[in-house]
T-cell receptor
Framework: KQEVTQIPAALSVPEGENLVLNCSFTDSAIYNLQWFRQDPGKGLTSLLLIQSSQREQTSGRLNASLDKSSGRSTLYIAASQPGDSATYLCAVSPILTGGGNKLTFGTGTQLKVEL | NAGVTQTPKFRVLKTGQSMTLLCAQDMNHEYMYWYRQDPGMGLRLIHYSVGEGTTAKGEVPDGYNVSRLKKQNFLLGLESAAPSQTSVYFC?????????????FGQGTRLTVV
């Protein structure tokens, strides 16, 4: 059974700092990995999707990397801002077998960026 | 473009009552999913559908039923609600294969069973 772990569970940084969020998974037979952002009481917003054949994806100040062989992904946030404060979730989907692109989630890293 | 829309957003039920949560997507996605989110446990898959008229069980299906009569809608039913079903429910949809298998989520339904 796939298990996804995110460390740390919570992180507080001053504004402007670059930071890295970590995600690890136990089964390397994945189809893709997706990073989400969740604001309190809200839904999930997709940030980046990395296909298993890719090493990284970038969107603005965000960069996600994937090392499938070691079962790890990182989300790098450059020049953090208070508006980045949220919970960040990573999720992996298994190699497609016609059974749906089902996601297994980590429990998230709660990020607070302070002024 | 509304994306994924869930109805209702909040609901309080008494133990034993029934209700249906509605999910609608306007992205022509084949795949749809229902997840629940509980503190400290992350999101867990309840049921999913790979196309109109098909449904399948996920990780935590007990106590729930689903139907996908139309491609754009996915309904989650609770026949006899229990306090253990107090949770936040999220619907999601995606394309099945190819480059863009990104999952899109609704805003959630916060359900309390008393």
């Amino acid at each position: 059974k796939q298990e996804v772990t995110q460390i740390p569970a919570a992180l507080s940084v001053p504004e402007g700092e670059n930071l890295v969020l970590n995600c690890s998974f136990t089964d390397s037979a994945i189809y893709n990995l997706q990073w989400f952002r969740q604001d309190p009481g809200k839904g999930l917003t997709s940030l980046l999707l990395i296909q298993s054949s890719q090493r990284e994806q970038t969107s603005g100040r965000l960069n996600a990397s994937l090392d499938k062989s070691s079962g790890r992904s990182t989300l790098y946030i450059a020049a953090s801002q208070p508006g980045d404060s949220a919970t960040y979730l990573c999720a992996v989907s298994p190699i497609l077998t016609g059974g749906g692109n089902k996601l297994t989630f980590g429990t998230g890293t709660q990020l607070k960026v302070e002024l | 473009n509304a994306g994924v829309t869930q109805t209702p957003k909040f609901r309080v039920l008494k133990t034993g009552q029934s209700m249906t949560l509605l999910c609608a997507q306007d992205m022509n996605h084949e795949y749809m999913y229902w997840y629940r989110q509980d503190p400290g446990m992350g999101l867990r898959l309840i049921h999913y559908s790979v196309g109109e008229g098909t449904t399948a069980k996920g990780e935590v299906p007990d106590g729930y039923n689903v139907s996908r009569l139309k491609k754009q809608n996915f309904l989650l039913g609770l026949e006899s609600a229990a306090p253990s079903q107090t949770s936040v429910y999220f619907c999601a949809s995606s394309f099945p294969t190819g480059v863009n298998t990104e999952a899109f989520f609704g805003q959630g339904t916060r359900l309390t069973v008393v």
